[in-house]
């Protein structure tokens, strides 16, 4: 029997392709219907197309507003503009909704497994089951639904030293409009301008790979509970569902639990490798060593990083926008 505790983004996909599987599963979340947990809803749709495929949905069928153009500025005032592939934002609590299909799941926290089962900890920030872990880096974030925003189409504004940045992220009918920072005074002096809010909502976001501290017993995390985040964009969520799809195909091909976690965190540290040198480089940037050589190697990552997310980074571009400001 497999426990899947926590049914967002990793949780949802891992149960219904379980399910699919015709694995015995059970799936636990205490969410009320409708719950707005903050996420921008900014994907890569070329990326969310395959994911969905597997679970028998059109991803098109969830599009809220796509990208020709990403717009990046700096607290000093540069801006550059980026060409998008496949940026967009979708309405992540139908499809998330959807990709659950008639399953039954309960709304309750997951009961302690026994020795012969599983469970999984998707329960994102929390880390409910596997609990704290050692050098775990989060940042404090705001976001707002509005229906207006002072910058048009989609924004990106990095704070200084890598310490935050300010998103505006349109949807159909409206925007998602956030900040992630340090401290909460970072976080809500980006959003003083902002005052036609609808909702407002806050959460921290995890920064730091935790793939060695990904399993404890017969508990095994997936998605952001492991650090499955950008440390540079805050992508998470294709990140988690490719988590989902790593662990789902780990248990189908191993018997074996203790195979089956060396096998998994084997996998994910190969997939999400990007992850660990954009966490180094963030952490250099925040204490002012960015001229470290591996920072330069960090380069290659950040491109890929961004184009993953549906963004090409144009580096040469940037760097010359750069040495103009
Ligand atoms: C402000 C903000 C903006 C973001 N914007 C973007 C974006 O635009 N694009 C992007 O790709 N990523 C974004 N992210 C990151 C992304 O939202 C997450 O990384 C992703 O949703 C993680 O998916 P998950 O399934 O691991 O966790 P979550 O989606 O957080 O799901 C965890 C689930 O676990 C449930 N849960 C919690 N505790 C328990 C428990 N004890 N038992 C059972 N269930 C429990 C919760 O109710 C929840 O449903 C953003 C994050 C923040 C904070």
């Given at each position: 029997m497999i426990h899947v505790a926590g049914l967002g983004a990793s949780g949802s996909y891992l149960f219904r392709r379980l399910k699919d599987g015709g694995f015995n599963a059970m799936g636990y979340d205490p969410k009320k219907p409708g719950f707005y947990i903050p996420?921008?809803?900014?994907?890569?749709f070329e990326k969310l197309k395959e994911l969905a495929r597997a679970v028998n949905?059109?991803?098109?069928?969830?599009?809220e507003a796509t990208a020709d153009t990403v717009t990046f500025a700096s607290d000093s005032g540069a801006r550059i503009e980026l060409p998008a592939r496949g940026f967009c934002t979708i309405d992540k609590n139908r499809i998330e909704k959807d990709i659950m299909g008639d399953y039954k799941f309960e709304r309750r926290m997951a009961p302690a497994p026994t020795d012969e089962q599983i469970l999984v900890d998707a329960t994102g920030i929390s880390r409910h089951y596997l609990g704290n872990a050692r050098g775990d880096l989060q940042m404090r974030t705001k976001e707002y639904l509005t229906e207006t925003a002072p910058e048009r189409g989609f924004h990106f504004r990095y704070f200084p030293s890598g310490r935050g940045y300010y998103w505006v992220f349109p949807l159909k009918n409206g925007y998602h409009i956030g900040a992630g920072g340090d401290t909460i005074d970072m976080v809500s002096g980006a959003l003083k301008s902002i005052n036609d809010t609808k909702k407002v909502m806050s959460r921290n976001i995890r920064l730091s790979p935790l793939f060695d501290q990904a399993y404890s017993g017969n508990i095994i995390g997936v998605g952001e509970a492991i650090?499955?985040?950008?440390?540079?964009?805050?992508?998470g969520i294709i990140p988690s569902m490719e988590s989902a799809d790593i662990l789902f195909n780990c248990i189908s091909r191993y018997d074996d639990l203790e195979t089956l976690k060396e096998r998994y965190v084997a996998e994910i540290k190969k997939k999400f490798r990007r992850y660990e040198k954009l966490f180094s480089l963030l952490v250099n940037a925040r204490q002012g060593r960015l001229k470290k050589f591996g920072n330069l190697l960090a380069i290659s990552s950040a491109k890929e990083d961004f184009q993953n997310f549906g963004i090409q980074l144009e580096i040469l571009k940037v760097l010359k926008q750069l040495a103009k400001n």
């Open positions: 996420c921008g809803y900014a994907v890569n949905l059109d991803a098109g069928e969830y599009i650090g499955t985040v950008s440390p540079i964009t805050g992508e």
